[in-house]
């Protein structure tokens, strides 16, 4: 099994499916493989003719993956994105486990999203998984991106879409019960949050997709003492579909959570 992305050093699917399969009794490896849109195509057929058996694909890969899979799920289809991917007889079957793995991690988090106003920050592939997510839930949904003149494949007619400078205006006055920061602002060292911290509600559930360290926003939702979750939520659901996907068998869900916290710690050091 591979991860195609870039970066994907700092990934944790690795140690998470590692484990996974370990305790599943597999003998099988997942390796990351730092790819582009122009890189994969080669490199993803390349290891196909090697047995490559399965695959994720993260930024910026799960858009060029679509062209690769023979097949779509509906999820992959509708967000012209694919994120995981399974190999039978030579054939891609291409799948999007983000909607999935953001409903489920809502579920466990405790979040109830029927009825919430939702802002989501950004529109890549990640964002309109969570938007599909949150509307399938009852949320009504708005989005802030940089440019509002790019393609949003699976923003559903009945989502607003505003400019990411417009988003603290939003927060004002529309008061939303969900924040989702789908965008990579705020994780490096020295980077501003992606909304004015301070127009946030106190009664917003901060949602910050990242993943692996504390970013600006959800260390400001730490201090305030808002309701607040990283983004390995969705990751260990989204892993567990894809494992699935791939086998057939029920993932071992807490042997993938504590290899993820067993790295996460290992890092910390």
Not at 31 to 57: C, Y
């Amino acid at each position: 099994m591979a991860l195609f992305g870039d970066p994907v050093g700092a990934s944790l699917s690795p140690a998470i499916h590692n484990a996974a399969f370990l305790a599943a009794g597999l003998d099988w490896s997942y390796l990351p493989f730092r790819a582009d849109a122009a890189s994969l195509p080669p490199l993803f057929e390349r290891l196909k003719q090697e047995g490559l058996a399965g695959a994720n694909f993260t930024y910026p890969c799960k858009g060029a993956a679509v062209s690769l899979c023979a097949t779509l799920d509906d999820d992959a289809g509708r967000l012209r994105a694919v994120n995981v991917a399974r190999v039978r007889d030579g054939r891609a079957e291409g799948f999007n486990a983000d909607v999935y793995g953001f409903a489920q991690s809502l579920a466990e988090l405790g979040v109830d999203a029927d009825g919430l106003r939702a802002l989501v920050l950004g529109t890549g592939a990640a964002a309109r998984a969570c938007g599909v997510a949150l509307e399938a839930a009852g949320a009504a949904v708005t989005f802030a991106c940089r440019d509002l003149t790019k393609p949003r494949p699976g923003v559903s007619v009945h989502a607003t879409v505003i400019r990411l400078e417009d988003a603290a205006a939003y927060l004002y006055e529309r008061r939303p019960g969900l924040l989702v920061n789908a965008t990579p602002l705020g994780l490096r060292p020295g980077d501003g949050p992606p909304v004015l911290l301070d127009a946030i509600p106190p009664a917003c559930f901060v949602y910050d997709l990242n993943y692996g360290a504390v970013t600006a926003l959800l260390n400001f939702a730490r201090r305030r003492g808002l309701a607040h979750a990283d983004g390995l939520t969705m990751l260990l659901h989204q892993a567990a579909r894809s494992f699935e996907l791939w086998t057939g068998q029920p993932a071992p869900l807490d042997a993938m959570r504590r290899a993820a916290a067993a790295e996460v710690a290992k890092r910390c050091l």
